[in-house]
């Protein structure tokens, strides 16, 4: 009979192992969602690996498309697509009132997303295709372009758009 059980108890010690293991890393690294305090609505330095998407819930491993959403409140919220933030953002009371700061692809700063202009093709993590630029170009488009193109689904993730803008 032992022989029956000790292959059962193996797995459920094993199992449990795992459990436990996921269970203490889960507890050590504390992810920022969302963050209080910031009532001059500047930018806050992010850290990749730290911060969690406000719309899509995954964590934000890379800065280069990242962006804030900061209320007059000081409450700021991460994102990691700059067309994450446009769709979180469209139902909320504060969205017009709200700072918005993008990562910049070509100065590597942030900057103020109203004021910044959008590529409708770059690759970037939810496939929206919307990076953020400081200077000017003739194929970029502005904020409430890129806004209205979000909203509409006039996207990379838009098998059509994509053939329009890609050819592929």
Not at 29 to 57: H, L, T
Not at 118 to 135: N, Q, V
Request: with cysteine; aromatic share 12%; glycine share 8%.
């Amino acid at each position: 009979m032992f022989k029956k059980i000790l292959p059962l108890f193996i797995v459920l010690l094993f199992t449990g192992a795992v459990v436990a293991l996921f269970l203490s890393l889960a507890n050590t690294k504390k992810m920022v969602v969302v963050k209080d305090g910031n009532r001059n609505q500047q930018p806050i330095e992010m850290e990749a690996g730290i911060y969690q998407d406000s719309d899509c819930g995954m964590v934000i491993d890379d800065l280069r498309d990242a962006s804030q959403v900061i209320t007059k409140s000081g409450k700021s919220w991460f994102f990691h697509d700059h067309g994450g933030f446009v769709k979180w953002l469209e139902d909320k009371e504060f969205r017009g009132s709200a700072k918005i700061w993008v990562m910049s692809r070509d100065t590597k700063k942030w900057i103020d997303a109203r004021e910044a202009f959008y590529s409708l093709r770059d690759e970037t993590p939810m496939g929206y295709g919307f990076g953020a630029y400081e200077k000017k170009s003739d194929e970029y488009v502005d904020f409430e372009t890129m806004r209205l193109k979000m909203l509409r689904g006039e996207t990379l993730r838009n098998p059509m758009i994509r053939k329009q803008l890609l050819g592929n």
